[in-house]
């Protein structure tokens, strides 16, 4: 994936995070709990686009964040 939009969607998923008041540690830890294996570390590096995003982790987010696919993408 272009690194320019993997950053685009982290830095989304960081704002759409901080406007729902939640921590990366709680995200992660709502993400723990519906099967994605995704770490306050790992999420940290997904939103500054470090890591990778997978399709099944991008859904878990959207459905915790109960946001549109549209607001997580650039």
Known sequence: MNLEYEKGVGK???T???HKKMTQ???SAKLQV???????SALA???V???HLYVDEL???KKILNVEYEELLP
């Open 49 to 51: 686009g470090q890591r």
């Open 12 to 14: 989304n998923i960081r």
């Open 34 to 40: 519906n099967g994605c294996d995704i770490t306050r």
């Open 25 to 27: 540690e709680q995200l």
């Open 59 to 61: 859904m878990q987010i």
């Open 16 to 18: 759409l995070r901080e």
């Open 45 to 47: 590096k997904i939103e």
